[in-house]
């Protein structure tokens, strides 16, 4: 299909690549898997499941602890890791990247971490009405406990932040910006650039929460300028249970350790203990080894595509699906921002979100339905849930084409 200038498979050989996910090559229900759940998790490419074999079968050992060669060897595939994930983000030092067991767990370090410095009484933490769960609770729970206050940014019916709003919150009171960069539930792309200028303008550090981020859009944290950075490894084509938390050195420098163990120590006695330097203050207990050293395969294959081709092709494959799927009875889409990631959300007049999805899944066709941890954002738009299909550089258009005629299905079903 001719999009825009070029044709997709010129941007993307997608025929080629869907060759690299094993999953995709499996049926459902007797159908060929059509995989639109990206959003929760993506598939693994051969490149990374051969790594956790190699892993297990070549690597295996602690890290940090030993003088053996295995350890030795493994240590330095960790490490390795974490300088592949630091010029991915393109952070000054590999020793600002913390392993963390995802986005969720990284947001968590910030708020108890941060918070115990930074956080007092009547302070203000600043989210937005777009976050997922994991960047509302941890804040909560902050704020609950200093007694400070927490301040949402609004949105439009489009499901774009009001930055006229938001700009009359920033003042001395506020401690920490935390927002998406990408919307899990709507795609909004939000201009974080300009959250991250008119924050610094008055001293105020930003989180970004880049879990919908990371593997669509190119990210550098210098050229952003952003004071911390959160994202999931399972999201990027990699393995689950780990994600990293990026921290300017000054911030995770003057930040008290979230966990007491082994690994972050320097010296222990029962009288005192002094904390190990960074990264590995932060780092307490045996890290998932396996995990963090295959999120650097992740990295090397999408390097290998290009992260440029990988947005390119999504946002024609996003065009092609808003287009197909318009012409269904009664759909309403639910995020419809000018600038967005390829997540296309959407409810049908009179039909539950989750008869839609079991429908689907009886076609072979995996989408999520319901309030996508973001209940606060439906509550905006007054409706229980979306019917959700989050795209990859692997699916295709013949997908969308068969995602429209199982929509078609369901509407005559449900009707
Ligand atoms: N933030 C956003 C925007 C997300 O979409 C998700 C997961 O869907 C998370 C945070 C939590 O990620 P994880 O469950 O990997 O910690």
New binding site residues.
Partial sequence: MKTGTVEMDEIIAVNTIRKDFPILATTVNGKPLVYFDN??TTQKPWAVIKAIENYYTQLNSNVHRGVHHLSQRATDAFEASRKKLAAFINARHDYELIFT???????NLVAHSFGKQFVNAGDVIIISAL??H??IVPWQMLCEEKNAVLKVIPINEKGELLISDFKEMLDEKVKLVSI?Y???SLGTINPVREIIELSHQKNIPVLL?A??AIQHLPIDVQELNVDFL?F?G??MYGPTGI?ILYGKEKWLNQMPPYQGGGEMIKTVTFEKTTYNELPFKFEAGTPNIEAAICLGAAVDYINSIGLQNIQQYEHELLEYTTDKLSVINGIRFVGTAANKASVVAFTIDNMHPYDVGVILDQLGIAVRTGH??TQPLMDFFCIPGTIRASLAFYNTREEIDILTEGLKKAVSMLA
């Avoid at 067991?101 to 947001?107: D, K, N, V």
């Fill in positions: 959003a929760a067991r995802g986005t969720t767990e990284s947001i976050e997922h994991s960047n998406n990408v919307s899990n929460d879990a919908q959160a999931s399972h999201k994600g996508h941890c």
